[in-house]
């Protein structure tokens, strides 16, 4: 079967966008083709800073022909309805349909439609123009002469060439013929921009590849991050160092060359007293560079660093190398000025005593100050919500609150509070805003913090989405809910909610967290009391604690259907005013214990079936006795089922107040046999009303005993 070779190649792409762009264009041909009625057996794509490539094998080459059955209205049908029916079916005049009949529904229209099969190039020729015009690039240009007219083609960088060919392996392919905006697809494309630039005649894939990779260009970017990641490991050891890894560097260059060469370059040993991650961002962010580490040295870095060039130069890229140096130690310089102006004093600490003193703060200490003018510079954290100052004063009300809770000290709590975003006033945060909290944590220990308030620094943040860290010092446990409570609440209070897709402020990420510490930590924390507490922080703004907890509950649902929980058994188990995430979560692994016994399904079907057979009379208005009374018992299944209930439902009132559910489930499951024994030998629908009404009694018992720990009716089975 025929295979089809597209490239669109163009100016270089920004890397961010390349692996999406080549997936979108595999997704729109394949779904067009398909859509076309043709068949392929495997679709790959590729790319690389200067072209989109797709190899797309077992293509078939013509699309089958169709015939359909279009059923219209009735021949007595208005008008109107006949009108529709011939717009819909692609019919001139009704004379074009035929008449069916059938012996319940009488005469009816039918269009018998018949679309005969047409060429795979005469499709890809018409698929593919469209696809370019309207790719869903992030940002397009238009460029040149034609950038003047309307309507004229855009691309993400100027498109330069297409190649488009298709045919059998066993035969030589056809170039299939289109053109958009003067550019004509054809059978040439161009290798590496310096080493290769001349045209290059290609065939199918394997030949392009081929070609390619002779004209110094890598197509497979996989492949490229291959060579990049093994190069840069092999000349990081044969100096005697380790490379330290980066998977989004990688990712990024691998986007940038097309001929990855891995070069070593240095500077001085003097820019090694400013913080690791302080080089290593100032190196990546601005020159795309690795670091590396002496072997066996833990963190400490070296002052050799990794770059990969895109193209082999005479002097095996000595000057190369040198160059980014040069660049390396300028970008190093600056760093090197911040980390010293960090630690110098503020030169307008008189103007800061009022916040000093309005937070506690020791102006002799460089964090210290940076927090006071955070504050005296009133920096508007969100303009309804007031400033970082104002924030940070409701950070600390709230994690005091939520100290003894999570068992940590106050005092190392409230100074973890109001030095927590003290490091978004320092240079090396400004210049870098990755490094908020890290550095926090940095300059804190500088300061002679305690290790608790400085873990705070940097951990309040976490977990920043559902792989992140989550914190397990007290103090950063609680300065971490309560900057996250303290962002829901606000926002809640504002009325500035996620809607559908759109979530600005993260709050859904925001909420995840809250989950994650309150459940791995195994925290108790009634929700709704604490929610009262953060939204009388909100001068004016409406308390919506409720609709607040239900929007906890789909992030609570959607966390534990992420760890493999049944979505059954957590509806189940949440109710509208169920405020303790961490009991909820103990009772979903207790109930799904419970029911992964023999006798824990039994007696779900047994409940299930009390329940049904209970909602139905209920739903008819039969009478249902308000008690069970013993002396109406006709059979000893009933009296056995009556003393068990009265048990279970004693020790499992008593287990969840001891909060053991796993207790309660036990208790519960000794239900199962009297209850099999009740159905199999009792008639609950008894001639005699009383009797009846008894024996529903019995089973609004059994509901009201299984009801104490789980709605048995919302589970599956």
């Given amino acids: 079967m025929p295979d089809l070779l597209l490239e669109l190649r163009s100016e270089e792409i920004p890397a ?146 297409i190649v488009c060919t298709f045919g059998p392996e066993t035969e030589e392919p056809v170039v299939v013929d289109f053109e958009i ?50 190069d840069a490991r092999n000349i990081a050891f044969a100096n005697g160092l380790d490379l330290v890894e980066d998977e989004g560097l990688l990712e990024e260059v691998s986007g940038l060359v097309e001929w990855p060469v891995v070069l070593m370059g240095e500077f001085e040993q003097d820019f090694l007293t400013i913080p690791g991650e302080v080089i290593r961002l100032t190196i990546r962010a601005n020159q795309k560079c690795f670091v590396t580490r002496p072997q066996g040295a833990g963190e400490d870095l070296s002052n050799r660093f990794i770059l990969v060039a895109n193209i082999e130069a005479r002097d095996g890229g000595k000057e190369i190398a040198y160059g980014n140096g040069k660049v390396v130690r300028a970008r190093l310089s600056d760093a090197l000025y911040f980390w010293k102006t960090d630690q110098s004093d503020l030169p307008d600490l008189d ?62 709590v409230a100074r973890a509070s109001v030095l927590a975003k003290a490091d978004l006033q320092t240079e090396v945060v400004g210049e870098f805003p990755e490094l908020q909290g890290a550095m926090g944590r940095k300059y804190a220990l500088l300061q002679g913090e305690h290790a608790s308030v400085a873990a705070a620094a940097e951990e309040h943040y976490k977990p920043q989405g559902p792989s992140d860290r989550v914190p397990t010092d007290p103090v950063s446990v609680a300065v971490a809910l309560a900057d996250k409570l303290d962002t829901l609440t606000g926002f809640w209070a504002i009325d500035e909610k996620p809607t559908g897709s759109k979530d600005p402020f993260a709050l859904r990420r925001a909420a995840l967290g809250v989950v994650r510490l309150l459940t791995e930590n195994r925290i108790r ?81 047994g409940t299930k079936r009390a329940a049904n057979i209970l909602a139905a009379e209920e739903k008819k208005k039969t009478l249902v006795a308000e008690d069970v009374e013993p002396a109406l018992f006709r059979e000893e299944a009933e009296k056995k089922l009556f003393a068990a209930v009265n048990q279970a439902e004693k020790e499992a009132g008593q287990a969840i107040q001891n909060e053991d559910f796993s207790a309660a489930m036990l208790a519960l499951s000794a239900l199962r046999e009297p209850v099999d024994s009740f159905f199999e030998g009792v008639l609950v629908n008894d001639e005699d009303q009383a009797v009846r009404a008894n024996r529903l009694a019995l089973l609004a018992r059994i509901r009201a005993a299984t009801d104490q720990v789980a709605d048995f009716s919302k589970i599956a089975g």
Avoid at 210 to 223: F, G, H, P, T, Y
Avoid at 389 to 408: D, F, H, N, S, T
Avoid at 564 to 592: F, K, M, N
């Fill in 525 to 605: 924390l009634a929700l709704t009391s604490i929610f009262a507490k953060a939204f009388a922080n909100f001068k004016g703004g409406a308390d919506q604690s409720s609709d607040l907890l239900a929007f906890f509950h789909d992030r609570l649902k959607v966390y534990l259907r992420d760890q493999g929980a049944r979505h059954d058994l957590i509806d189940a188990v949440i109710t509208p005013r169920s405020d303790d995430l961490l009991q909820i979560v103990r009772r979903v692994e207790a109930l799904g214990s419970l029911l992964d016994t023999d006798g824990g399904k039994n007696l779900l079907a």
């Fill in 351 to 412: 103007q800061l005593k009022e916040s000093a003193a309005k937070f506690d703060l020791d102006l002799k200490k460089p964090l210290d100050q940076r927090m006071a003018r955070l504050d005296h510079l009133n920096v508007t954290f969100h303009a309804k919500l007031g400033t970082q100052g104002q924030r940070v004063e409701r950070i600390k009300r709230l994690a005091e609150e939520l100290a003894p809770v999570v068992g940590a000290d106050s005092a190392l």
């Fill in 181 to 230: 905006d003067g550019i004509r697809a054809g059978n040439v494309t161009y290798g590496h921009r310096f080493h290769a630039p001349g045209p290059i005649t290609v065939r199918r894939f394997d030949d392009y590849v081929a070609k390619l990779e002779a004209a110094k260009v890598v197509l497979d970017a996989d492949r490229r991050k291959e060579i990049i990641l093994a």
């Fill in 16 to 161: 961010r966008m390349q692996r999406k762009a080549a997936g979108d264009l595999r997704k729109m041909l394949t779904d067009g083709l398909v859509e076309a009625g043709l068949t392929y057996e495997a679709a790959r794509e590729y790319w690389t800073p200067r072209r989109l490539a797709l190899d797309i094998r077992g293509l078939t080459a013509r699309s089958k022909e169709i015939r359909e059955e279009i059923k219209g209205p009735s021949t007595t049908a208005p008008e109107q309805a006949v009108q529709g029916f011939l717009r819909k079916a692609g019919l001139s005049s009704i004379a074009e349909a035929h008449v069916h009949s059938d012996p319940k529904k009488g005469d009816f229209y039918v269009a018998h439609i018949s679309k005969p099969g047409r060429a795979a190039e005469e499709i890809i020729a018409e698929l593919v123009p469209g696809i370019i015009k309207s790719f869903p690039w992030p940002k397009s240009m238009r460029w040149g002469p034609a950038s003047a007219k309307p309507g004229s083609l855009r691309w993400v960088r100027p498109l330069q060439s």
